[in-house]
Nanobody, 122 residues
Framework: QVQLVESGGGLVQAGGSLRLSCAAS????????MGWFRQAPGKERESVAA????????YYADSVKGRFAISRDNAKNWVSLQMNSLKPEDTAVYYC???????????????WGQGTQVTVSS
């Protein structure tokens, strides 16, 4: 089992920045690829970013490329999502997830956090 706890969400004006963090506990963190997903009201959950177990490979959805950055610290068991130039359409509940391999599909992730709300006002 891997337990994931997100933090760092909140309310921010358009153009602002937030940094989400996800603390992991349980099994060896470096054995898992990590992903960030988000779900806006009335929409399906979507992949935002992913990072490989070593941190060498990253993925970003087109909608966030150039604005968001995913990183991880395997010694401290956390993954973060730095979000810059935020837009109202970034408003959603953001989830971190852990899985055995680098992937963007929800089904490839075994463990999920409880989510943290990000609200971007215009």
């Amino acid at each position: 089992q891997v337990q994931l706890v997100e933090s760092g969400g909140g309310l921010v004006q358009a153009g602002g920045s937030l940094r989400l963090s996800c603390a992991a506990s349980g099994r060896t963190f470096s054995h898992y690829a990590m992903g960030w997903f988000r779900q806006a009201p009335g929409k399906e959950r979507e992949s935002v970013a992913a990072i490989s177990r070593s941190g060498e490979i990253t993925y970003y959805a087109d909608s966030v490329k150039g604005r968001f950055a995913i990183s991880r610290d395997n010694a401290k068991n956390w993954v973060s999502l730095q979000m810059n130039s935020l837009k109202p359409e970034d408003t959603a509940v953001y989830y971190c997830a852990a899985g055995p391999g680098f992937a963007t599909r929800e089904s490839m992730y075994d463990y999920w956090g409880q989510g943290t709300q990000v609200t971007v006002s215009s």
